[in-house]
């Protein structure tokens, strides 16, 4: 049985506000997107929009092959979005 966590209401522009508590149990944080996947008999799948990058980027700064030199932060920010084993 599925349980009814929010009913939300379409604005005359097609737009919906989702409450905090639906983005929080989504892992939506603000200022992040929200990837949308259609599903079978009209029903969707949402979920937080994966990081968009190459990990080449990321490892370009550090190696000196940009000018931009990677701070302690950027390197955490990097890792804590779970580059590890992505191409």
Known sequence: ME???ATLTVTAKGQVTF???VLQHLGIL???QIELVKLPNGR???SAATPQGRID???GMLSGKTEKVA???EINDA???GWVGRP
């Open 3 to 5: 349980v009814v966590m």
């Open 30 to 32: 603000p200022g992040q």
């Open 44 to 46: 969707i799948a949402l």
């Open 71 to 73: 701070t302690l932060d």
């Open 79 to 81: 890792a804590a979005a």
């Open 19 to 21: 409450r905090r508590d």
């Open 57 to 59: 980027d990321f490892i």
